[in-house]
């Protein structure tokens, strides 16, 4: 499966910053599994669910800003981690069969599979049969930064919309 979540579907939690995405993506509805997160500010960081792995990395932004990008998961579900990287030619990345990948872009003029056109913030979700390579391209000369969460399932791991 594969979600594009532009960065005004992102939700805003008092204290524990933006949700990008999680798994179940509605609180107490199933089995809590992952999230990722863009934290309140630099300096904090919103409570953990007990027992929680967590992953960070610092995304920058087109404008220069600087934002904390968090993964967290139950040690049962998945193992996070939080990859950034400046894309300024085409380049390819790879996921395995048992792993979600969340690419959230930094700033506009990334464009992933030829088709998806990725702004300042929007996320793109893959998981299940998607293609396991993914192409991207950087539209501009100067390129763009992208945080790369992978969610490496530790059983079927999946995401719950």
């Given at each position: 499966?594969?979600l594009l979540?532009r960065?005004?579907?992102?939700?805003t939690?008092?204290?524990?910053?933006?949700?990008?995405?999680a798994?179940p993506d509605?609180h107490?509805?199933?089995?809590?599994?992952?999230?990722?997160r863009l934290?309140?500010?630099?300096?904090s960081?919103?409570a953990?669910?007990?027992?929680a792995?967590?992953?960070?990395?610092?995304?920058?932004?087109a404008?220069?800003?600087a934002?904390?990008?968090?993964a967290?998961?139950a040690?049962?579900?998945a193992?996070p981690?939080?990859e950034?990287?400046h894309?300024r030619?085409?380049t390819?990345l790879t996921?395995e069969?048992?792993e979600?990948?969340v690419l959230?872009s930094?700033?506009?003029?990334?464009?992933v599979?030829?088709?998806?056109?990725?702004?300042?913030l929007?996320?793109?979700?893959?998981e299940?049969?998607?293609?396991?390579?993914?192409p991207l391209e950087?539209?501009?000369?100067?390129?763009t930064e992208?945080?790369?969460i992978?969610l490496?399932g530790?059983?079927?791991?999946?995401w719950?919309?």
């Open positions: 499966m594969r979540l960065a005004n579907a992102h939700r939690q008092a204290g524990e910053g933006t949700e990008v995405a798994s509605t107490g509805r199933e089995r809590w599994q992952w999230d990722v934290a309140p500010d630099a300096g960081q919103a953990e669910p007990d027992g792995l967590v992953a960070s990395g610092e995304l920058r932004l404008d220069g800003k934002l904390q990008v968090v967290r998961s040690p049962e579900a193992v981690s939080v950034i990287h894309v030619a085409r390819e996921r069969l048992q979600v990948m959230l930094g700033g506009p003029g990334l464009l599979e030829g088709r998806h056109h990725l702004g300042r929007d996320a793109l979700i893959l299940g049969d998607d293609p396991f390579s993914v950087a539209e501009g000369a100067e390129g992208l945080a790369v992978r490496k530790l059983a079927a791991l999946g719950v919309p």
